[in-house]
């Protein structure tokens, strides 16, 4: 069992930037994949990036790509989501997950997350 918890999220304005932080606790031993995902109003859920379980590969949605940057450092069992140059379009519920699998990062998908935090608000204003 692994418990993620998420934090960081808050309101802004557009342009501003803002990092999220995802703490995993539990059996995070197994090499989890991290991803971050969105859920903006009255919208279904929807991906945004995924890193590997050693950090040294990653994937974006086009959204955010050359905006968002996902790391990690798995000493503290946390994983980050840098966003900058926000838009009024980012506003959403920000949820992480974690995904144990042998399957490429590019079959990603909210269906296939194996944990999920509770979430936390970006709000970015215009």
């Known amino acids: 069992q692994v418990q993620v918890v998420e934090s960081g999220g808050g309101l802004v304005q557009a342009g501003d930037s803002l990092r999220l932080s995802c703490v995993a606790s539990?059996?995070?031993?197994?090499?989890?994949?991290i991803g971050w995902f969105r859920q903006p109003p009255g919208k279904e859920r929807e991906f945004v990036a995924i890193i590997n379980w050693s950090g040294d590969s990653t994937i974006y949605a086009n959204s955010v790509k050359g905006r968002f940057t996902i790391s990690r450092d798995n000493a503290k069992n946390t994983a980050y989501l840098q966003m900058d140059s926000l838009k009024s379009g980012d506003t959403a519920v920000y949820y992480c997950a974690a995904w144990r699998t042998m399957r490429p990062l590019e079959a990603a998908r909210v269906d296939r997350m194996d944990y999920w935090g509770q979430g936390t608000l970006v709000t970015v204003s215009s």
């Open positions: 539990g059996r995070t031993g197994s090499g989890y994949h």
